[in-house]
């Protein structure tokens, strides 16, 4: 299914087969060099600059990074941890020095602590503090803190580091939605800057057949074989078709500008796009797929990165759930701990020791965790409906991207053979305009129907390009391009 969705948005880049448009008795090619070497820019490139360079994709990565970063301080929650401290009482009844120092280990095997320690306590301690005495060398020690009920199955480490990574996936997904729009922003521009060039063709032919015929239609009319008035209808015609060059001309070059955004240099630079570098046409692909609408769909519903992105949120706030559920619990913490002396000192210190501990902690109210319970369901309930809603609004959206596609493609086979209509009508009423059997007003009618028909197919194959690139952002097939190598950066 993914290969089938890969083909298809393919079709937009490289559709099999495309015929050049070619209009009147000229064949329209919108590159200023005719008979050399050219190179046009293509959508490929285009495209590429676009990942890799565009700011917006920039940004997104920085964003992947800062969510790589919350990630790693997550896991500090794990950290090793080393307490030190040192404590002097030189005056009163009892005089004494104590050194302690202590390394904690939190684990996550089922909220484990593990605890290693060394003490040494000089002097002379009161009985209620007898355990801080030591023999000389001191006194290691070594156990562990298994808690029974609250933090045990999760805690608020492990849910943060569970939390971090989703929102690493989640910036991945905007990363991915981000670029589905920017390919489909891309691709519009270029395919408007190609039908650009196109339809300044279209208008330089006109003006070049008006141009040809004026000097024949000035001669014809001093020698008397037309009236006068016939010269005056020609120039008329040509001062109109010059003021459709320079629109056209014009047109181009704010569809030129508007591209420059999308195509950067490798330092991220807008780039000039020039004439030179127009493709000859504007391909139309030889199939619809008029049969693929359920495949697309499902695959519309496997990729799309706002679906997956929700799913996402709604597992996060799954996590919340269980995290206030747990804190909502006792805490019932059992732990063992050895006591080592050693060195010179009083008999009653040698002995190692077993320290066994229970410590229960019962909530009376928890509220906090009732209401984070509370709002975590909420939370999730919410995402459900709006993915209930997304799926539809995915479908919908593909259906009708099928159907645009559709009509667009029929509409500009139509459009291509009435331009060869028009053209063979052209074609003969200037021969009977050389015989002196028509006027030059149906001339220019003809040649007017030309310029109609090539400007329609013209904005049928731009509307079917619009209609594949919209197919390709409503099944994320843009994304296809992007698994093989991805950019985003190693955690």
């Not at 089938?4 to 008795?25: D, I, Q, W």
């Not at 569809?255 to 330092?267: C, G, K, Q, T």
């Amino acid at each position: 299914m993914t290969g089938l969705v890969g083909a298809f948005f393919a079709l937009s880049l490289t559709t099999a087969a495309p015929s050049p448009m070619s209009f009147g008795a000229l064949e329209v090619s919108t590159g200023a060099a005719q008979g050399a070497a050219r190179r046009s820019l293509s959508l490929e490139e285009v495209l590429a600059s676009v990942v890799e360079r565009h700011p917006l994709m920039v940004a997104a990565a920085r964003k992947i990074d800062a969510a790589d970063g919350a990630a790693m301080s997550a896991r500090g929650h794990f950290d090793l941890k080393w307490r030190t401290g040192a404590y002097l009482r030189p005056l009163g009844y009892y005089i004494n020095g104590r050194l302690d120092t202590q390394v904690a280990q939190a684990t996550p095997f089922w909220g484990t602590r593990l605890i290693a320690g060394y003490s040494l306590g000089r002097g002379t301690f009161p009985d209620y503090y007898g355990e801080r005495a030591t023999l000389s060398a001191g006194e290691i020690r070594a156990g562990l803190v298994v808690p029974l009920w609250r933090d045990g199955p999760i805690d608020k480490g492990r849910a943060g580091i569970q939390q971090a990574d989703i929102y690493r996936d989640i910036t991945l997904l905007d990363r991915d939605k981000e670029t589905i729009k920017l390919i489909k922003e891309t691709t519009t521009h270029y395919w408007e800057w190609v039908a650009a060039g196109l339809r300044r063709g279209v208008a330089e032919e006109q003006l070049e057949l008006a141009s040809a015929r004026d000097v024949q239609v000035r001669t014809r009319a001093e020698r008397g074989e037309i009236p006068p008035v016939e010269a005056i209808d020609n120039r008329r015609a040509l001062l109109k078709r010059q003021a459709t060059a320079v629109k056209a001309r014009q047109e181009l070059e704010q569809a030129a500008i508007s591209l420059r955004l999308f195509v950067r240099d490798r330092e991220g630079v807008p780039v000039d796009v020039s004439e030179s570098m127009l493709p000859e046409s504007l391909p139309l692909g030889e199939r619809s797929l008029t049969d693929e609408v359920e495949a697309l769909v499902q695959a519309a519903l496997d990729r799309r990165p706002e679906l997956r992105s929700i799913l996402l949120k709604r597992s996060q706030a799954e996590i919340d759930r269980r995290l206030a559920k747990n804190q909502r619990a006792p805490a019932i913490d059992v732990g063992a701990m050895v006591l080592r002396d050693f060195g010179r000192g009083p008999e009653y210190l040698a002995p190692t020791e077993l320290q066994v501990s229970l410590v229960v902690e019962i909530p009376i109210q928890a509220r906090e965790a009732r209401g984070k319970i509370r709002k975590a369901e909420a939370e999730a309930a919410g995402l459900s409906a709006e993915a209930d809603l997304l799926r539809d609004t995915i479908a919908v959206e593909v259906e009708r991207a099928m159907v645009a596609v559709i009509g667009a493609h029929e509409r500009a086979e139509v459009a291509g053979e009435a331009v060869s209509v028009a053209r063979e009508l052209a074609s003969a009423e200037r021969r009977r305009f050389d015989l002196g059997a028509t006027t030059l007003l149906f001339v220019n009618l003809r040649e007017q129907q030309v310029a109609d028909a090539a400007l329609e197919e013209i904005a049928a194959r731009l509307a079917y390009q619009k209609a594949l690139a919209e197919l390709g952002a409503t099944t994320a097939a843009a994304l296809a391009t992007l698994e093989a190598a991805d950019p985003s950066p190693t955690p």
